[in-house]
């Protein structure tokens, strides 16, 4: 049998043993289960860690990963041959499905969703981590999976989860965290009144926060909220231990509920930096052309990035404004006669690039129209 024949059947048998109707690369929402898991989040492993107290999780329920069922969202952008980013959710209920306020900005970047049902508070820790740690392992058998952009997120208790990961597994959790109304830091805190707020991590890695300090992380409150002091407490910790690459997002109105689609887009806007690297330096150099009023440079730099990023959008419309505004100034003046017309529509395409699109079909409905020579 040829190399490639040999890797052909193996790559098909990998697929067959990963999970109980799961189909690679398939688009859309729907629900999958798996029958691998990762040794990683074996007990021994956890243990071993001292993240996972023995005497805090006695007797823990047996795990199955096959008895697991995973919410997943994969947007209609995915291309296999172009790594994805992965976000791997922890629910404070038993509902994995992904919150209606994630759903644009993650689309827009097409990033993968995935969320275990039945993982909510009211399961066993060592339940809610291993199944979060088994999302990863096996939809990167399933799907072109960024290595170095799995993000851990969760809201409330599945925050608090997603904090504790973030740290202990910076191995799987490749790129940082978002935490969602609560967050749990790994070293004792004390507050403005000198009391003591004990630490999740009673022997700690340093090799494991040394990994995890070069991660990005997003803290997302309320004003309202009232694991704001536990949020604030976390996010001053992560800043006064080394970890450069933090936002702290407070909505003033919030209270303990899930953030809004504009908290969630915050704390994607401040990914986009390390998630989308070629797009933002896009974005920024169409930004710095837009300021010195070249404007057909920065048209041309906000095509790669004017769908996924909200900002960007609104600086490609404003440069789509001013060269429509431009070329209906150019029609009235022009009078109808295309003598006048053409050279300053012309002007406009070569002003404004690829965001003179009126300008342009009014040049080539010209040259559609007028005689052809002999």
Same mark, same amino acid.
């Given at each position: 049998m040829g190399r490639l024949a040999i890797l052909t059947a193996v790559g098909l048998w990998g697929l067959s043993c990963l999970a109980d109707g799961a189909e690679a690369h398939r688009k859309g929402q729907f629900d999958v289960s798996f029958d691998k898991t990762d040794p990683r989040g074996e007990l021994s492993i956890m243990y071993s860690k001292r993240h996972l107290l023995k005497e805090t999780n006695r007797n823990p329920p047996e795990y199955k990963v096959a008895d697991v069922v995973y919410e997943v969202v994969v947007p209609e952008s995915y291309n296999?041959?172009?790594?994805?980013?992965?976000?791997?959710?922890?629910?404070?209920?038993? +509902?994995?499905? /992904?919150? /209606?306020?994630?759903? *644009?900005?993650?689309?827009?970047?097409?990033?993968?969703?995935?969320?275990?049902?039945? /993982?909510?508070?009211?399961? +066993?820790?060592?339940?809610?981590?291993?199944?979060?740690?088994? /999302?990863?392992?096996?939809?990167?058998?399933?799907?072109?999976? *960024?290595?170095?952009?799995?993000?851990?997120?969760?809201?409330?208790?599945?925050?608090r989860c997603a904090s504790m990961l973030a740290i202990t597994y910076p191995d799987v959790f490749t790129f940082g965290g978002m935490y969602c109304i609560g967050c749990n830091f790994f070293d004792d805190v004390l507050d403005e009144q000198r009391r003591r707020y004990k630490g999740f991590w009673e022997k700690k890695n340093p090799n494991l926060i040394g990994v995890a300090k070069k991660h990005c992380y997003a803290f997302l409150t309320g004003g309202k909220d009232f694991n704001k002091p536990d949020t604030q407490r976390c996010y001053d910790g992560y800043k006064s231990n080394g970890f450069k690459n933090c936002l702290y997002h407070e909505n003033p109105d919030l209270d303990h509920n899930m953030p809004h689609a504009e908290d969630v887009e915050a704390a994607f806007a401040f990914f986009d930096e390390w998630l989308l690297p070629k797009q933002f330096a896009d974005f920024r150099a169409a930004e710095r052309s837009f300021n010195a009023k070249l404007y057909a440079a920065a048209a041309k730099k906000l095509e790669s990035c004017r769908d996924i990023f909200p900002a960007a959008s609104e600086l490609w419309n404003k440069i789509v404004e001013a060269a429509d505004d431009e070329t209906a100034k150019a029609e009235t003046k022009a009078e109808g006669n295309p003598a006048k017309l053409n050279p300053r529509l012309k002007a406009i395409v070569a002003k404004y690039g690829p965001a003179a699109k009126k300008a342009r079909e009014l040049l080539e409905q010209a040259a559609a129209q007028s005689p052809r020579k002999q």
């Open positions: 296999p041959k172009k790594p994805a980013p992965l976000f791997v959710w922890i629910s404070p209920t038993d +509902n994995g499905k /992904a919150p /209606a306020s994630l759903i *644009d900005s993650m689309a827009r970047r097409g990033v993968i969703y995935i969320g275990a049902n039945n /993982a909510g508070n009211e399961k +066993n820790v060592n339940l809610r981590f291993r199944a979060a740690i088994d /999302a990863v392992f096996n939809m990167k058998k399933l799907y072109s999976v *960024d290595e170095n952009k799995v993000i851990i997120s969760g809201s409330s208790g599945g925050g």
